[in-house]
């Protein structure tokens, strides 16, 4: 039986976070890693993936970008790099091609099994990553065979699709980021948008994630928000980190020549139908966008940088058909592929206390999940709204770090 | 939330609607309701329908009255028009649950309202009902509402609040989307 005060389960850039602020507090630590550092940007993402935040944001406790272009957007190749290169400066005890099998509770020690013998701790760090599992609704069952199902984890890129039209389900940055490459791979393309977050790229002639940042809307709190498990379950912003900063929107979408349909709600005999709400989800995300363009408007005019900024602008409505298609006769219509850009879920099957609520999620108080000694790092919206992006989680991990060492009666 | 501290008063007790929410979120059996209607016919396409009882917070449960409705189909299909075509019904409810929806969200976001007015319109090609042409629906070719809103509020809140409140109506979203319907003969 191995032992450690504290273990960390996951070696990304949370695991790593977690490690570093460990080590400032000389609490003795491992971290346990199933394959090896940024290990789902490694094997579970796509060819085309690069971070929804430009560089100069990418940031960890004790480090920072440091490179040439702090206005682009790095690619995954960059981005395991970039944390690779923080595990050295941070030094991690590290156990990599461990996976954990089981956490729980032996009378006041915590057991971590792993595929490499038990660890006996009194904390744990859950830094596993919060895209885990795709999550595929269960209309996906009713699909007819003959069109193949691709999830955000199998794709790589559109040459591994067949030929013929593909329908992508759901328009978070993955969904419009898919949809726009498989299009212009020659495939026709129909988007299904339910719910969705739109956002441009650039305004008033900054990063958009400049002014969130600025504002302080990143800043904000699980107390800012009315509901914060909505805040929580929020798609990802319609965003896209590329070299042309252009924006991806529904209406670039339409411009392309990509097809939009209301949300997804059911597949009867062959024909997937659709919600004819799509009007209402898009005034939604358009009116929202206005109210955040004005709180950024409304710093803008009170900084003191005022006057190094384009003049304020405001962005065509979402453009939705007279009345989109309500049904699809998929194999009528020779769609080859559903695409299911319907979010990831964490995966927690091999953590055995009561800490999950009905519906699977993870009960956690800003990252103290409600059992002695268990915190959680890494998840969106955890503590603040900026604890869904890389540089969120430097404040998170002094957070819960702090906590843990209280916890283990190290605190002062 | 300030609703305690604000003057705004548009006849929704939202602190109770929030507290249910609440209680409902620990107790999510009680959430279950089942919502019913009678219906006797009277002669030709007129009907008399009645609501009275529902099942919600896990016991029966009645309205303060029971409530009547006749249906039936205009003149011009040859009927004696006692009541709204069913269709229109349809209208009615949507109209109904949205209206209460802005009404509560206005509450709940301090807006007071002064009048709300709605008028529904939904373009209908009844070759299909006539089974004259098979690829004409039945239904609806879509519904189309119209709010006229004096608030004390800019354009963009008040059309955030017809937003949100499609985004919580129930009959919004029947409509909007399937629903299996099975009729039996007992």
């Given at each position: 039986?191995?032992?450690?005060?504290?273990?960390?389960?996951g070696?990304?850039h949370?695991?790593?976070a977690?490690?570093?602020?460990?080590?400032?507090?000389?609490?003795e630590?491992?971290i346990?890693?199933?394959?090896?550092?940024?290990?789902?940007?490694?094997t579970?993402?796509?060819?085309?993936?690069t971070?929804?935040?430009p560089?100069?944001?990418?940031r960890?406790?004790?480090?920072?970008?440091?490179?040439?272009?702090?206005?682009?957007?790095?690619?995954m190749?960059?981005?395991?790099?970039?944390?690779?290169?923080y595990?050295?400066?941070?030094?991690?005890?590290?156990?990599?091609?461990?996976?954990?099998?089981?956490?729980c509770?032996?009378a006041?020690?915590?057991e971590?099994?792993?595929?490499?013998?038990?660890?006996?701790c009194?904390?744990?760090?859950l830094?596993?990553g919060?895209?885990?599992?795709?999550?595929?609704?269960?209309?996906?069952a009713?699909m007819?065979?003959?069109?193949?199902n691709?999830?955000?984890?199998?794709?790589?890129?559109?040459?591994?699709?067949?030929?013929?039209?593909?329908?992508?389900?759901?328009?978070?940055?993955?969904g419009l980021q898919?949809?726009?490459?498989?299009?212009h791979?020659?495939?026709?393309v129909?988007?299904?948008?339910g719910?969705?977050?739109?956002?441009?790229?650039?305004?008033?002639?900054r990063?958009?994630?400049?002014w969130?940042?600025?504002a302080?809307?990143?800043?904000?709190g699980?107390?800012?928000?009315?509901?914060?498990t909505?805040a929580?379950n929020?798609?990802?912003p319609?965003?896209v980190?590329?070299r042309?900063?252009?924006?991806?929107?529904?209406?670039?979408?339409t411009?392309?020549?990509?097809?939009?349909?209301g949300?997804?709600m059911a597949v009867r005999?062959?024909?997937?139908?659709?919600?004819?709400s799509?009007?209402n989800?898009?005034s939604?995300?358009?009116?929202?966008?206005?109210?955040l363009?004005?709180?950024?408007d409304?710093w803008?005019?009170s900084?003191?940088?005022?006057d190094?900024?384009?003049?304020p602008?405001?962005?065509?409505r979402t453009?939705v058909?007279?009345?989109?298609?309500l049904?699809?006769?998929?194999?009528?219509?020779?769609?080859?592929?559903?695409?299911?850009?319907?979010?990831?879920?964490p995966d927690?099957?091999?953590?055995h206390?009561?800490?999950?609520?009905?519906?699977?999620?993870?009960?956690h108080?800003?990252?103290?999940?409600?059992?002695p000694?268990?915190y959680?790092?890494?998840?969106?919206?955890m503590r603040?709204?900026?604890s869904?992006?890389?540089h969120?989680?430097?404040?998170?991990?002094?957070?819960?770090?702090?906590?843990?060492?209280h916890?283990?009666?190290k605190?002062? | 939330?300030?609703?305690?501290?604000?003057s705004?008063?548009?006849?929704?007790?939202?602190?109770?609607?929030?507290?249910a929410r609440?209680?409902?979120?620990?107790?999510?059996e009680?959430a279950?309701f089942?919502?019913?209607?009678?219906?006797?016919?009277?002669?030709?396409?007129?009907?008399?329908?009645k609501?009275?009882g529902?099942?919600?917070l896990?016991e029966?449960?009645?309205?303060?009255?029971?409530?009547?409705?006749?249906?039936?189909?205009?003149?011009?299909?040859?009927s004696?028009?006692?009541?709204?075509t069913?269709?229109?019904?349809v209208?009615?409810g949507?109209a109904?649950?949205?209206?209460?929806?802005i009404?509560?969200?206005?509450?709940?976001r301090?807006?007071?309202l002064?009048?709300v007015?709605?008028?529904?319109?939904a373009?209908?090609?009844?070759?299909g009902?006539?089974?004259?042409?098979?690829?004409v629906?039945?239904g609806?070719?879509?519904?189309s509402?119209r709010?006229?809103?004096?608030a004390?509020a800019?354009r963009?809140?008040?059309?955030?609040?017809?937003?949100?409140s499609q985004?919580?109506?129930?009959?919004?979203?029947i409509?909007?989307?399937p629903?299996n319907?099975?009729?039996?003969?007992?």
């Amino acid at each position: 039986m191995k032992t450690a005060d504290v273990v960390v389960i996951g070696a990304g850039h949370a695991g790593l976070a977690a490690s570093r602020c460990l080590a400032e507090r000389s609490i003795e630590h491992v971290i346990l890693e199933r394959g090896e550092v940024a290990n789902s940007w490694r094997t579970e993402r796509w060819e085309s993936l690069t971070l929804l935040t430009p560089n100069w944001q990418s940031r960890l406790p004790g480090f920072a970008y440091a490179g040439e272009n702090p206005d682009g957007y790095m690619t995954m190749p960059e981005l395991i790099g970039f944390i690779e290169q923080y595990a050295e400066t941070v030094h991690a005890p590290m156990h990599t091609g461990t996976s954990v099998t089981s956490v729980c509770r032996n009378a006041n020690v915590i057991e971590v099994v792993t595929t490499d013998g038990t660890w006996q701790c009194r904390g744990v760090i859950l830094a596993t990553g919060a895209c885990n599992v795709p999550a595929v609704p269960a209309v996906a069952a009713d699909m007819p065979s003959g069109i193949s199902n691709v999830t955000t984890h199998d794709y790589q890129d559109p040459e591994q699709l067949a030929d013929g039209k593909v329908l992508v389900v759901g328009a978070s940055a993955t969904g419009l980021q898919l949809a726009d490459e498989i299009h212009h791979s020659g495939r026709s393309v129909t988007l299904a948008v339910g719910e969705h977050v739109r956002l441009p790229r650039v305004y008033r002639g900054r990063d958009v994630q400049w002014w969130m940042h600025a504002a302080g809307v990143l800043d904000e709190g699980i107390d800012d928000v009315d509901d914060i498990t909505r805040a929580r379950n929020l798609p990802s912003p319609q965003l896209v980190g590329s070299r042309r900063r252009q924006i991806l929107d529904l209406n670039a979408m339409t411009d392309a020549g990509v097809k939009l349909v209301g949300r997804l709600m059911a597949v009867r005999d062959g024909v997937a139908m659709f919600s004819g709400s799509l009007r209402n989800v898009c005034s939604l995300a358009d009116l929202k966008m206005g109210r955040l363009l004005d709180t950024i408007d409304e710093w803008a005019e009170s900084s003191d940088e005022g006057d190094t900024f384009d003049p304020p602008e405001r962005f065509e409505r979402t453009r939705v058909d007279e009345a989109p298609p309500l049904t699809i006769d998929l194999a009528g219509e020779d769609f080859a592929t559903v695409l299911w850009a319907t979010g990831f879920r964490p995966d927690y099957s091999w953590l055995h206390m009561p800490v999950l609520d009905r519906k699977g999620k993870l009960v956690h108080d800003e990252g103290v999940v409600n059992a002695p000694g268990i915190y959680a790092l890494g998840l969106p919206f955890m503590r603040k709204r900026k604890s869904s992006f890389i540089h969120g989680t430097e404040d998170d991990a002094n957070y819960i770090v702090d906590h843990l060492s209280h916890y283990l009666g190290k605190g002062h | 939330m300030s609703e305690e501290a604000s003057s705004v008063n548009n006849g929704v007790n939202v602190a109770a609607l929030l507290e249910a929410r609440e209680a409902l979120t620990a107790m999510p059996e009680a959430a279950q309701f089942k919502w019913r209607a009678t219906c006797d016919w009277q002669d030709g396409t007129h009907s008399s329908s009645k609501v009275e009882g529902f099942f919600g917070l896990g016991e029966e449960q009645t309205h303060v009255k029971s409530f009547s409705f006749d249906s039936d189909h205009p003149e011009v299909f040859a009927s004696e028009d006692k009541g709204a075509t069913p269709v229109e019904f349809v209208l009615v409810g949507l109209a109904g649950c949205l209206t209460a929806g802005i009404a509560a969200v206005a509450q709940n976001r301090d807006i007071q309202l002064k009048s709300v007015k709605a008028t529904l319109e939904a373009p209908m090609d009844i070759q299909g009902i006539l089974g004259i042409d098979s690829d004409v629906r039945n239904g609806f070719d879509g519904v189309s509402v119209r709010y006229e809103i004096d608030a004390d509020a800019s354009r963009e809140d008040i059309e955030a609040l017809v937003a949100q409140s499609q985004k919580r109506s129930a009959v919004f979203d029947i409509i909007t989307n399937p629903t299996n319907v099975t009729v039996e003969v007992k």
